[in-house]
């Protein structure tokens, strides 16, 4: 039976992820957050799901490889891949640091890297399939992403060589796109937008998020984890066998791919 890895599994969206892949195929969880991973993990293990747990930086390739390792260890091994772990935050491109743009990178468009390489070397040949989980940000040139956004648009090109070179062998690579979805990423931007701009006096978190989704979103409605959930499972999924290479957003039709 497949065996799934997915990173940021703590988040918001990986959670929900690894839930759904969890309802067909053994999912290793994995995150940084020792602490939510553990209690996510224990939620769907307790809910009858084969699911392990294992903190891993995808920005560090030891960490990387020793999640592999715990998979095999406790479910088998791994040939189904989503890397859902991300850091993003709002700022002023004149007010970017260096020291923000590379971790920014290091997480996004390294740990991507590192982890899909991961999967490459230990399938040596053999099928498999990745999700990548890219943003709508790296299609809408938002000053306020100068890093987010490149780190993500790079993740798109990633996956177009990951489908190229596992072609041949049967090892898809896609990527899907989200838009909007309230999680942490988005209460913490949020927070931030009514602490540092003066045109979102008095409002909420919450209702500075409705208005993106109002003036974003054509089809009038946030995304849900959930939303996201089915296209992962989908695209890892024998469903999707003749899949790869490409980039679908899961955007309620803000983005046109
Ligand atoms: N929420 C949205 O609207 C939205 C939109 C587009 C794209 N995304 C992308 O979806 C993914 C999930 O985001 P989310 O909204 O669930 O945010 P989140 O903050 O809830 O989850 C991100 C997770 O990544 C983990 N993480 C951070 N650095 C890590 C590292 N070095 N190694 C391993 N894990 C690490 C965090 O601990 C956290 O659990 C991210 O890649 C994000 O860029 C989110």
Redo the contacts with the bound molecule.
Sequence with gaps: MSVALV??????????IAARLAQEQPVLL????AG??AEVAGKLAADGARVAHAV?????RA?VRAAFDAAEAELGEVDALA??????MFVPFTELTEQQWDRTF???TR?TFLTSQELFLRRAGRPGAIVN?????ARLGLEVLAD?GPS?AAVIELTHVLSRVGAPTGLRANTV??????????R?TSEWLLANDPAHAGSTPETIFQGFVESMVPMGR??T?ED?GEMVAFLLSERAANVTGQTIAV?GGTVLT
């Design positions: 990173t940021g599994a703590a988040g918001g969206l990986g959670a929900a994995t995150d940084v957050d939510r991973l891993c930086d995808v920005a560090d960490s890397n859902v772990a991300g850091v993003g290091a997480v996004n740990g989980i890219a943003s709508i940000g987010y993500k796109m989200p838009g909007l979805i309230w999680t942490d990423m988005w913490t946030p995304q984890p996201l955007d």
